[in-house]
């Protein structure tokens, strides 16, 4: 049985076309995500990803379908489903204990100072930030920034973390210790995420598995690949798993050209029904070049039950 935990089903964006008429975004749009799974969404610019995490945030409407999370339809924003941006979004006149526990007291409006306080703390120390507790802002880097809006979506313990390009506007060496920081936090906690990148390698060793989007107007959801890497990852050496470039060639190519040709070359398209990838082995990558059986097999998910 499929545990749909984020259940997104049938939605549709549209806008009014400059010529007239609606602009489809994208349409009839299925995809599910079970409980304490790490998903990814990668799409060229323009396919729809941030609509479809702002919809799952109710921070956006679909003009068409429905968003079930936990077994309820969604209705506007909610502290079970935190967001962090690409942008942090911080107070700039609090402190970073202050824009935490800003957050602790929406969530626990009846908690004393010192259990606000204390609970704050505990997500500053979990991602790293013990000690900076008093500066504001201003007086921190981007990754530190970006920590502070971490730990703030952490610690009103969302159902669903929402996280939209996190990492893209940080040097390479912060983008991979918060990528560390996140995983271990996930995998710990069992957190549920949904996240959007453009970063491939970044997709590959932060999720389960990859929603793959051809590219918009119109965008459709084509192809979900399961992460065939072992759950205990090193960010470091990814490339040495047998099956890590099969998975890389496999999004790429997707990225590179399937994107575009897709709705031409698979007109039978079911949306409910969307294919889902398991890499195999390279041993049979090569037999595939040989006109052996292919290193991706794919099945079906089953939406519509
Ligand atoms: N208010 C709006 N009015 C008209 N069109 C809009 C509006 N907001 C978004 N769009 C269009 O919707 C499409 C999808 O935008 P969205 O930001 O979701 O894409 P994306 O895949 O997240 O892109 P990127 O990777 O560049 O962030 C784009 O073509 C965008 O121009």
Redo the contacts with the bound molecule.
Sequence with gaps: MTDKFISIEAIAKR?PGAAGGEVA?FENLWLSVPRGEFACVI?H???????VLNILAGLDTPSEGVVIVDGEAIQGTSLDRAVIFQSHALLPWRTVLGNVAYAVTSKWRDWDRAKVKAHAQKFIDLVGLTGAEHKRPSELSGGMKQRVGIARALSITPKIMLMDEPFSALDALTRGTLQDEVRRICLETGQTAFM?T?DVDEAIYLADRIFLMTN??GAVLAEIVENPLPKDRGRIDLHRHPYYYALRNHIVDFLVSRSKSFAAETPDHDPRHVPVVKIGKPELAIAAVSGGPSDVQKSWTGTSG
Aim: charged share 5%; net charge positive.
């Design positions: 806008y975004v799409g610019s323009g396919c729809g990803k941030t609509t959007i453009h918009g107007p």
